[in-house]
């Protein structure tokens, strides 16, 4: 496994933000935040499209695509945020993975939303949403 070294949210933090070989990629929890700045993005649906933009990033750097994801863990921080989620995420994602959905608490403060993906090269670019 080769390992994608983005910026994260933690100085020192004990992992690499993707790991990848020839047909698996798997990148970390991302939050919708800026990593260059380390700002977040305010509001519950900023921060899901950001966060799939830095996911889509990252996939990218490691030779795949949203379209080859084929399952995540989502976390949202509260029951308050999860319509506002759910919708956007069924916007912005264009795929139907398995998933996993929880509500709990986020490492940064006031990030809303947190989703790790794994991804399979040699799933079909343009997963059926069916």
Not at 36 to 58: C, G, H, P
Not at 65 to 79: C, D, F, H, K, P
Request: charged share 20%; with cysteine.
């Amino acid at each position: 496994m080769q390992t994608a070294d983005f910026p994260l949210p933690f100085v020192n933090a004990p992992y690499s933000r993707a790991m990848f070989d020839d047909e698996w990629i798997f990148v970390s929890g991302t939050i919708g935040m800026d990593y260059d700045t380390q700002t977040l993005a305010v509001s519950a649906e900023d921060q899901t499209r950001l966060m799939v933009r830095n996911i889509e990033k990252y996939l990218a750097a490691c030779g795949g695509r949203l379209e080859q994801v084929v399952n995540y863990t989502l976390i949202v921080a509260g029951a308050e945020h999860l319509g506002a989620v759910v919708q956007t995420l069924s916007e912005v994602l264009p795929c139907k993975p398995t998933g996993t959905a929880m509500l709990a608490g986020i490492a940064v403060p006031k990030a809303w939303v947190e989703m790790q993906v794994i991804a399979r090269k040699s799933q079909p670019v343009g997963g059926s949403r069916t």
